[in-house]
């Protein structure tokens, strides 16, 4: 079985300040590792995708991520947020052996203040 | 391209009440998802769909949740009858046949 671990369930950051989202999994096979944004009201919008290569993968809106087959990581990061990111980011799992099935992360409540 | 739709976006319903929830995908799609997303559980599968065949049934929903695809374009969630601890934003997804999925904007029901 496989899971995600966002262990951070809120984080806090000044506008303009750099940003890293937290994520850990557990999969025995290779994943397919995704950070989905769910805004107030609104369903869940896809930020990015990992599924081999480059382990630096660029998102929209200047997000990008990490992708660490040793650590068992997908970190989020940003280097300057704005208010309009606050939000809550989700970080995803997808076992390939089951097209379909998606793992979710608790998510993380992330506040930007001015 | 237009996103996944979903009608209502709010549902208050009395307890024992039957209400069905609906959702338009991509055009051209094979995948459906529903979703029920609450506080203390998170997100949870309630279905799949693949080319309008039921792959996944959610297991622990089967008894008051039954999600159709009447078409590749239409699906409907009924809840029957309707208990309090429904209270619950409701999502639907859909993809292409791979691994990335599309959320709607949910459904927010209030048993009461």
């Known amino acids: 079985a496989q899971s995600v671990t966002q262990p951070d369930a809120r984080v806090t950051v000044s506008e303009g300040a750099s940003l890293q989202l937290r994520c850990k999994y557990s999969y025995s096979g290779t994943p397919y590792l995704f950070w989905y944004v769910q805004y107030p009201r609104q369903g869940l919008q896809l930020l990015l995708k990992?599924?081999?290569?480059?382990?630096v993968v660029q998102g929209v809106n200047g997000f990008e991520a990490e992708f660490s087959k040793s650590n068992s990581s997908f970190h989020l990061r940003k280097a300057s947020v704005h208010w309009s990111d606050s939000a809550v980011y989700f970080c995803v799992l997808s076992a390939t052996q089951v097209v379909g099935q998606l793992t979710f992360g608790r998510g993380t409540r992330l506040q930007v203040y001015a | 391209d237009a996103g996944v739709t979903q009608t209502p976006r709010h549902e208050v319903a009395e307890k024992g009440q039957t209400i069905i929830l609906k959702c338009e995908p991509v055009?051209?799609?094979?995948?459906l998802f529903w979703y029920r997303q609450t506080k203390i559980q998170g997100l949870e599968l309630l279905s799949y769909f693949r080319s309008k065949s039921l792959m996944e049934d959610g297991g622990a929903f089967k008894d008051r949740f039954k999600a159709e695809m009447l078409n590749s374009s239409f699906s409907t969630l009924k809840i029957q009858p309707t208990e309090p601890k429904d209270s619950a934003v409701y999502l639907c997804?859909?993809?292409?046949?791979?691994?990335?999925?599309?959320f709607g904007p949910g459904t927010r029901l209030t048993v009461l």
């Open positions: 990992y599924y081999s290569g480059d382990p």
């Open positions: 997804a859909s993809g292409t046949g791979g691994y990335e999925q599309y």
């Open positions: 055009s051209g799609h094979n995948d």
